[in-house]
């Protein structure tokens, strides 16, 4: 008799976010995950509640981590440093987990309040990093949106194999934040003291 595999949810969610990383969020199935672990399928209801559940974990697990990522590069940074550490650590978790990165992209629906709060924590480290700017309330969200567009953009070409010059892209990259940096200083002047 082969021995028993430890197989628990913990488990059962890392093969699918590598799953994810290798071929796409949608392309993850219970049967490939099920065909990764050397189980059956309905063995797999043991640790999750279908595929839409553990679709639901692992777009958690996206921005929990996003989050995680965008935190430590933030220490201790807040305006144009804070902004460009927040930049490449947005970046690098895009370029390490495609897959997953796609899943953070949607914004949470009211019956998803794990989802809202984890997209909170998000937000709530680039709104630390404006918060020197000064912005009023409306000003910063559609900063913080613009932000969110500019990366989004650049990051989605690059994982899609969408820049083919033979250019630096870290350049590239940097040029583009350094712009969006200097956009903000030249429409959104310090409030006077």
Known sequence: M???KHIDRQRVLEVSIALADAHGFEAVTLAGVADQLGIRIPSLYNHISGLPGLRHDMTLWGLS???E???RA??????ETGIISLAHAYRAFAQSHPGIYSATLRAATPDEPDLAAAGQE?????????QPYGFSPDDTLH???SLRSLLHG???LEIAGGFGL???RDESFQRLIRLFIHGLSANYPPASP
Do not use: T, Y
């Open 2 to 4: 082969p021995p028993r």
């Open 65 to 67: 981590q996003l989050a």
């Open 154 to 156: 650049f990051v989605d």
């Open 166 to 168: 033979a250019l630096d």
């Open 74 to 79: 933030a220490v201790g940074k807040a305006g």
């Open 122 to 130: 998000v937000l709530d480290v680039v709104l630390a990093v404006l």
């Open 69 to 71: 990522c965008l935190r």
């Open 143 to 145: 900063i913080v949106r």
